[in-house]
């Protein structure tokens, strides 16, 4: 339970609407016990009666009447009011969730959160997200609710006869604890296993698609078939035991709602011949334990999946408990120049789990001095480590040995704000964020005017899309998810013009022309170096034709310059 | 493609219920019993309560009824959990028909289509989307029969005791067709919203997320911060509107379930006390019929309550259905061969007749009218600009194309063969190495019945026996892909491992040293140096010092063959090679 106690903590701040939520739930099931009890009594009560003229004509059936009508315009109201709270709660409490966390990934070192880049791990990361806002709605509201349903109840049958009131506390009492404990312990390996099963059932299935080629060519796709089919079985085979509980659940909550009514008509039929309570009263008690168990029918399923979100809560707690990036406060310099300097630069990833053997040295001792204003080129195959230092630079990996500094100042000294505010930076892979064009652009430069986002589009040649995309504004064209796909050079040109509206003092490239035609290629190189004639610029490239516009050629190979 | 409706969508998934109809029947049995139980449960409570107040029985007496209860309470117990056991294997039938249905389907259309999209979202398809499935069968069909079913048994008990009761139910009655049409029209739009803004919000984050690096470098972290609360506040709005509305929908039938427990309450008192003389044929109300008839009350409401609140079900599967349905009527096109095999030691020599391959989309050509003859034992490169038809050429020999024209392997015609059996004699080694998740021994023999010792060989003729020994487990190592514990480099070497485990007599590499640094493009090269001789080496290649020591090198332009002859010929008296070859040398990675 501990690894879900700092969430719940979290459902402090939104108490008010969650509170409402659950009162409205359980004004709810309080009417609706009180429509069916106050009916039994109703009815009995008439029929006895009945049975002489003189009481039949004295007796109020006013009271009880608007009582019953009272009750069943209560429980719709309250119903619907229930749903509409508690949906906005959830949303709310969604929202919240959502923007909590990613407040806490903000700090995080990219170098841990590299593993989760991949998009099947970020979905999981999301519903296990997701997974934190259902324990409201499935195990919060119904727990409380129940708890006090059977505690009124019996509250209230106590005052007709204390017989009543112990024996509903003790038959719900006993429903109300064991159950869960009992679908808590036996759902907890399954409900774990079937997660688990369920990522490996989407490894197998992808390995079987990805490596279907190569299966073909060496005839083994049956086999690779079969790796996915035991998979499933035994996926199923989890499924059909958690499925066997929940049923077993609802079972027994049925079972426990049958035999306490008739374990309370046993009791309420000795305390009535013993003359404690009126036969109407009997009635009554029956009825209102039959309808209280409503109140306890989702527990068994809530507790019976509670492993699962545990084990959300969890994996979300191992990633928000890694190493934050701490950032110094120094701003830039009035006298700002963009020198770079690298002094000894060491940097190695940690040791991995499995392998357990410390990989080897990306970085095996840089020293650098790049004057201001210098254009320099950084050569070298894939795997030498160029990236890896551009990625220091940045403070995008953290926990390199030596000291860099720029403008005289070392890297870890500068406020978050300022160092991204002198760095510019056009990385490997472009995001494009599933919004506008507009927007993709304006992050680079929020205070920038339409027009002039309109001129940097069309530097970059991006106002093709405008063909594509009929006669609206270009710049209210949807990226991304749902909208307009950009291919490779396309989002090169994206990157780029984001580093035109931008102007740090410092650019830094990572094979920024890759995947663009030779003739834009060079118009686009041009334009950007143009724009950072006066600044410090880093360049990785795998183009001869690029080195000619460098100031500096360095050649790096085994994490050396050489 | 064509678009598929909701409505074919939801077709087709009742469709899919055929072989699982058992499961289902018995589901609906057993609520029935459950139902038919309930009141036999409700009547002997009536009973026993009938006779304590108004017939002053003993409570000793009634031992017997009480008892009778319980039983027929753990009978009800008993089919309650039935139903969910069935219901399950129900939804366990379909899906598993299903996700066969996808997987045979995307093995027809075979691994070309299958690349056109990131593998994760077939992957997404296969698991994820097919369990959305299994509410709908398991849950909601059922209970579409039981919420019918269910008040009509109750009508049918209800009329010959009181009419009046019986009326007060049936008034409602007409409208349940209504309610089914509300719960499933409103409902079902409330429903989509509700899922859609979720989507679309579990869709910003997760797109936030991706690009929270970039974010980060254009300090605009604390903005998107901002903005991610404010689109979540924005959907709450929008979405809270349309529910606020879409909820009174099932506020009715709610309505009408309490209202009818008032009225039948308030007439039966009314009857007792003597106002109202109607309804139970004249034999006057009892306090038995009365309580029978308060307790079905509720229950006549239930199935169809319980129905809305598995209504969700029915729309995600159906949305689930809409992708499936797509991918499953999806056009194969199914490469021509034969029933023909090639002898294990034939070698092979290759020849192709006017080659030419359709793309997907009509009237592109991939490849158009190539020629040309390759001999037995020849390494041969295959150059171009990227997009010239070079993996369309190397896919066509490995049979995962249609192709016009002919191909003759040792003379005979291509088609004649079983592709499978075409396939053993070659082995294929691409630009990203394949790594399954699983040991190192798995990887190499993917399902290949290779015992440890040919392992062993293949791993040191791929010069990937380092990897191996630096493992604690050896052979039996997990491996992981990126990120893991392998790089690029050493995976290609295992990759290659794999392709060389069994003697072929065709190889074929497609650009194996793109990713790889210097130290493993020299291991890898070294390795297939060592290559039997009278294997028949095709390679992809864009490295200046590959393409050298060829025999021979087909470059392709535009799905045509431009060029065809020794390298150092063609470097000569070429001019396209020549173009192409300068543009190489431009590159940092050929020197």
């Known amino acids: 339970m501990s690894d879900l106690l700092p969430y719940l903590k979290l459902y402090r701040r939104h108490w008010g609407a969650l509170s409402v939520g659950m009162l409205l739930a359980l004004a709810t099931l309080l009417f609706s016990l009180g429509l069916l009890a106050l009916s039994g009594w109703f009815i009995t009560a008439t029929a006895l009666a009945g049975l002489t003229v003189v009481t039949a004509q004295t007796f109020d059936f006013f009271s009880p009447g608007a009582g019953v009508r009272g009750f069943s315009i209560g429980r719709t109201a309250a119903r619907y009011f229930e749903r509409l709270v508690s949906h906005d709660a959830t949303f709310k409490l969604l929202a919240w969730l959502r923007s909590w966390f990613f407040e806490k990934l903000l700090p995080l070192s990219m170098t841990q959160l590299k593993r989760y880049r991949k998009a099947e791990l970020l979905n999981r990361l999301v519903a296990d997200v997701d997974a934190l806002d259902q324990l409201y709605l499935r195990l919060f509201s119904p727990v409380t609710a129940a708890v006090l349903v059977v505690i009124l109840l019996s509250l209230g049958l106590s005052f007709f006869s204390p017989v009543l009131g112990r024996g509903a506390i003790l038959l719900m009492g006993v429903w109300l604890i064991v159950l869960p404990l009992m679908f808590y312990r036996l759902g907890y390996k399954s409900g774990r296993q079937q997660g688990k099963l369920m990522g490996e059932l989407r490894q197998k299935v992808l390995d079987y698609l990805q490596g279907m080629a190569e299966s073909r060519i060496y005839g083994s796709e049956v086999r690779m078939r079969e790796r996915t089919d035991a998979t499933e079985q035994h996926l199923h085979h989890t499924q059909k035991k958690m499925s066997r509980l929940e049923g077993l659940g609802g079972a027994l909550m049925l079972a426990g709602a049958g035999i306490s009514a008739v374990i309370m008509l046993y009791l309420a039929a000795g305390e009535y011949q013993q003359g404690v309570i009126s036969g109407p009263v009997m009635v009554m008690s029956v009825f209102a334990v039959l309808a209280a168990f409503e109140a306890l029918m989702p527990l068994p399923g809530a507790f019976q999946f509670l492993g699962n979100t545990q084990l959300a809560a969890s994996r979300l707690t191992e990633i928000l408990e890694e190493e934050a990036i701490e950032f110094g406060d120094k701003t830039l310099p009035d006298a700002f120049k963009g020198q770079i300097a690298f002094l000894d630069v060491y940097f190695q990833y940690p040791a991995a789990a499995v392998s357990k053997t410390e990989g080897p040295m990306i970085l095996d001792g840089i020293s650098l001095d790049i004057p201001a204003g210098q254009h320099l080129a950084l050569l070298g195959k894939t795997g030498c480590g160029k990236s890896t230092l551009i990625r220091i630079l940045t403070r995008q990996l953290t926990g390199f040995e030596g000291r860099i500094e720029v403008g005289g100042i070392a890297i870890n000294d500068y406020s978050e704000a300022s160092l991204y505010q002198l760095l510019t930076v056009i990385p490997q892979q472009t995001h494009v964020f599933s919004s506008t064009l507009r927007q993709n652009l304006k992050m680079a430069r929020p205070e920038a005017q339409d027009s002039e986002l309109l001129e940097t589009v069309k530097a970059v040649g991006l106002d093709r899309l405008a063909a594509a995309e009929g006669d609206h504004n270009l710049l209210d064209l949807w990226l991304g998810q749902g909208g307009v796909a950009l291919s490779g050079g396309e989002q090169r040109r994206l990157a780029i013009a984001r580093a035109l509206l931008k102007k740090g003092e410092v650019l830094i490239m990572d094979e920024a022309s890759e995947g663009l035609d030779p003739i834009s290629e060079d118009h686009l190189m041009n334009q950007i170096l143009d724009a950072y004639r006066d600044k410090t610029v880093i360049m990785i490239t795998h183009k001869k034709a690029m080195l000619e516009r460098m100031d500096r050629v360095i050649q790096m190979d085994g994490g050396r310059v050489v | ?591």
């Open chain 2, 1 to 591: 493609m064509r678009r598929i409706t909701e409505k074919r969508a939801y077709k087709w998934l009742i469709g899919q219920l055929s072989p699982t109809q058992n499961w289902l029947l018995a589901s609906i049995i057993l609520g029935l019993i459950n139902g038919l139980l309930f009141l036999a449960q409700a009547s002997l409570l009536a009973k026993i309560i009938h006779q304590i107040v108004m017939e002053d029985a003993v409570r000793a007496s009634l031992i017997h009824d009480l008892m009778l209860t319980v039983m027929i309470i753990v009978l009800r117990a008993l089919c309650h959990w039935g139903r969910e056991i069935t219901g399950f294997r129900a939804g366990l039938v379909v899906r598993e028909v299903i996700r066969g249905a996808i997987l045979n389907k995307l093995k027809a259309l075979g691994p070309l289509v299958i690349a056109e999209q990131p593998a994760g979202s077939w992957s997404t398809m296969v698991v994820e989307q097919v369990e959305e499935l299994q509410e709908f069968v398991a849950r909601y069909i059922p209970q579409m029969a039981l919420a019918v079913l269910i008040p009509l048994v109750i009508l049918i008990v209800a009329f010959p005791m009181n009419w009046t009761a019986g009326l007060i139910f049936l008034g409602t009655a007409p409208l349940i067709p209504v309610f089914m049409a509300l719960v499933g029209i409103k409902a079902a739009e409330a429903n989509r919203r509700n899922f859609r803004a979720l989507n679309r919000l579990g869709g910003f984050f997760l797109d936030r997320l991706q690009g929270m690096e970039t974010l980060r470098l254009f300090q605009r972290t604390r903005h998107e911060h901002e903005s991610l609360k404010t689109a979540s506040e924005d959907f709450r709005h929008k979405t809270m509107q349309v529910l606020r509305l879409a909820f009174l929908s099932s506020t009715v039938l709610e309505f009408f379930a309490s209202v009818s427990i008032a009225i039948l309450a308030v007439y039966l008192g009314m009857s007792f006390l003597g106002y109202l003389n109607f309804g139970s044929y004249g034999a006057g109300v009892s306090l038995y019929s009365g309580l029978f008839l308060l307790l079905l009350a509720p229950e006549f409401y239930q199935p169809l309550r319980d129905l809305g609140t598995h209504y969700h079900a029915k729309s995600k599967a159906v949305g689930a259905a809409e992708l499936i349905l797509e991918t499953l009527e999806r056009e194969e096109s199914r490469v021509h061969q034969g029933k023909g095999s090639l002898a294990m030691e034939t070698p092979v020599s290759l020849n192709a007749e006017r080659l030419t391959v359709q793309g997907s989309v009509e009237g592109r050509a991939l490849l158009k009218e190539v020629s040309f003859d390759i001999a037995t034992g020849e390494r041969v490169a295959i150059i171009g600009p990227s997009g010239a038809g070079k993996s369309t050429l190397v896919n066509t020999l490995m049979g995962f194309w249609n192709y016009q024209g002919k191909i003759r392997v040792a003379g005979e015609d291509l088609s004649s063969f079983s592709m499978d059996n075409w396939r053993k004699r070659i082995a294929w080694l691409g630009q990203q190495p394949m790594i399954i998740h699983g040991t190192v021994y798995e990887n190499v023999s993917l399902g290949r019945d290779l015992d440890e010792s040919q392992v062993n060989r293949a791993l040191a003729k791929a010069q990937a026996m380092e990897i191996v020994e630096q493992l604690p487990e050896g052979l039996n190592a997990l491996l992981q892909e990126q990120g893991g514990n392998l790089s690029v480099g050493q995976a290609q070497r295992i990759a290659l491992a794999r392709a060389i485990a069994e003697p072929v007599k065709l190889l074929i590499l497609d650009e194996p040293t793109a990713s790889l640094d210097a130290y493993n493009e020299r291991l890898v090269l070294d390795a297939l140096e060592a290559i039997d001789p009278e294997c028949t080496v095709i390679t992809v290649t864009h490295r200046l010092k590959q393409i050298d020591s060829m025999d021979r090198v087909l470059m392709l332009e535009n799905g045509q063959l431009v060029a065809d002859g020794e390298p150092g010929v063609l470097k000569r008296e070429s001019a396209v090679v020549q173009a192409f070859v300068a543009g190489l040398a431009g590159s940092l990675d050929n020197e």
